[in-house]
């Protein structure tokens, strides 16, 4: 069974880091990260694929890092100089097909999130 579990969150103060983590059941040629804040819609945050092409939503670039360790089969997010807009609940997903997009549509699994709370 195709299973994604992340862990990670936490509450952090302004300007503070964070990395979140994603065990992954299966073989996934691409994964990534989404978020979601109360009353807006989810959004794509980083993505990287088998080769390690990465791809990241302009308002993290220069602070957050997608790296995917192999042997583990895990995802992770580095996540630096924290703002209180990154507050939300960060979803991993992942895809049995290549990809190199940013939107929700294009990945078939997803895990049941992690929180993500950033105090100013």
């Known amino acids: 069974q195709v299973q994604l579990v992340e862990s990670g969150g936490g509450s952090v103060q302004a300007g503070g880091s964070l990395r979140l983590s994603c065990t992954a059941s299966?073989?996934?040629?691409?994964m990534g990260w989404f978020r979601q804040a109360p009353g807006k819609e989810r959004e794509g945050v980083a993505a990287?694929?088998?080769?390690?092409?990465?791809t990241y939503a302009d308002s993290v670039k220069g602070r957050f890092t997608i790296s995917l360790d192999g042997a583990k089969n895990t995802l992770y997010l580095q996540m630096n100089s924290l703002i209180p807009e990154d507050a939300a609940m960060y979803y991993c997903?992942?895809?049995?097909?290549?990809?190199?997009?940013?939107?929700?549509?294009?990945?078939?699994?997803w895990g049941q999130g992690t929180q993500v709370i950033v105090s100013s």
């Open positions: 997903a992942a895809d049995s097909r290549p990809g190199r997009s940013l939107k929700s549509r294009d990945f078939g699994y």
């Open positions: 299966g073989y996934f040629h691409y």
């Open positions: 990287i694929s088998r080769l390690r092409t990465t």
